[in-house]
């Protein structure tokens, strides 16, 4: 019998130790592989958060959802939000303000005395929402919409498509993306070690995937060429398209 309760006892044991040991490596991840959390965090994120737009808000039945259109989503998540933020982010960003590493782990009150910190943080949040979000950001989302949508893949129709639909969005697309992101840039860039910032914009973006997502969200009825300047008279796209942040 104390045999069977010894063995009992180092069953749970040996359980309990294979789940906390499980349990940790699961919490290193972030750390251990940032590029490969951040892509795939970002693509199930962005995914997700257009399915629940479309079964809640659009009253969509689970059976019945565009996946086409949750698949750009996804798609836009995984290449922008996670492969190229993670770039920019991670690797470009700190190589163009080198101290952006040592000021995100000074306590505040050293921070607010550290001018050329700030000064780079000021340059962080610049090329994000000055240089990112208004001329990438947005035509390499209706890039990756038109792909699918169109079914062709040949990058001389489907990058002109693009970058038409952000012009024609631009007064309305980039004001609403402001507002969002500069903020909560500057608490990202301000406070976040290197492995954490793609994981909070992908934290931070659910709520705006989720906003955009119910405010333009289908796909057009009719082919991206019959779009003509009526549309835009009062300085705002008819199209339903979807943007998405990271």
Same mark, same amino acid.
């Given at each position: 019998?104390?045999?069977?309760?010894?063995?009992?006892?180092?069953?749970?044991?040996? &359980?309990? %130790?294979?789940?906390?040991?499980?349990?940790?490596?699961?919490?290193?991840?972030?750390?251990?592989?940032?590029?490969?959390?951040?892509?795939?965090?970002?693509?199930?994120?962005?995914?997700?958060?257009?399915?629940?737009?479309?079964?809640?808000?659009?009253?969509?039945?689970?059976?019945?959802?565009?996946?086409?259109?949750?698949?750009?989503?996804?798609?836009?998540?995984?290449?922008?939000?996670?492969?190229?933020?993670?770039?920019?982010?991670?690797?470009?960003?700190?190589?163009?303000?080198?101290?952006?590493?040592?000021? %995100?782990?000074?306590?505040?009150?050293?921070?607010?005395?550290?001018?050329?910190?700030?000064?780079?943080?000021?340059?962080?949040?610049?090329?994000?929402?000055?240089?990112?979000?208004?001329?990438?950001?947005?035509?390499?989302?209706?890039?990756?919409?038109?792909?699918?949508?169109?079914? &062709?893949?040949?990058?001389?129709?489907?990058?002109?498509?693009?970058?038409?639909? %952000?012009?024609?969005?631009?007064? &309305?697309?980039?004001?609403?993306?402001?507002?969002?992101?500069?903020?909560?840039?500057?608490?990202?860039?301000?406070?976040?070690?290197?492995?954490?910032?793609?994981?909070?914009?992908?934290?931070?973006?659910?709520?705006?995937?989720?906003?955009?997502?119910?405010?333009?969200?289908?796909?057009?009825?009719?082919?991206?060429?019959?779009?003509?300047?009526?549309?835009?008279?009062?300085? &705002?796209?008819?199209?339903?398209?979807?943007?998405?942040?990271?």
């Amino acid at each position: 019998m104390r045999r069977n309760g010894s063995t009992s006892s180092w069953r749970r044991f040996s &359980t309990g %130790a294979t789940k906390s040991s499980m349990f940790h490596s699961f919490k290193a991840l972030p750390m251990k592989r940032p590029f490969v959390f951040g892509t795939v965090f970002s693509a199930l994120k962005t995914g997700f958060a257009d399915v629940i737009v479309q079964c809640t808000i659009e009253d969509t039945k689970l059976s019945e959802i565009d996946t086409r259109r949750t698949l750009v989503f996804s798609a836009f998540g995984c290449v922008f939000c996670g492969m190229w933020q993670y770039a920019l982010f991670v690797k470009l960003m700190p190589r163009v303000c080198p101290q952006a590493i040592s000021f %995100a782990q000074k306590p505040l009150s050293q921070k607010i005395r550290d001018f050329n910190g700030l000064r780079q943080l000021a340059i962080q949040v610049f090329v994000e929402n000055g240089i990112n979000n208004p001329f990438l950001y947005f035509p390499t989302f209706y890039t990756i919409q038109s792909k699918l949508k169109t079914n &062709t893949y040949d990058p001389r129709v489907t990058v002109p498509m693009g970058i038409r639909k %952000a012009y024609d969005n631009f007064s &309305t697309d980039v004001p609403a993306i402001l507002k969002i992101w500069v903020p909560a840039q500057i608490i990202n860039f301000g406070f976040s070690p290197l492995w954490f910032r793609v994981p909070f914009v992908a934290c931070v973006s659910f709520v705006w995937t989720c906003y955009v997502s119910f405010l333009r969200g289908k796909f057009d009825s009719d082919s991206d060429d019959a779009v003509h300047s009526d549309d835009h008279k009062d300085g &705002t796209s008819s199209d339903r398209v979807t943007t998405t942040k990271n």
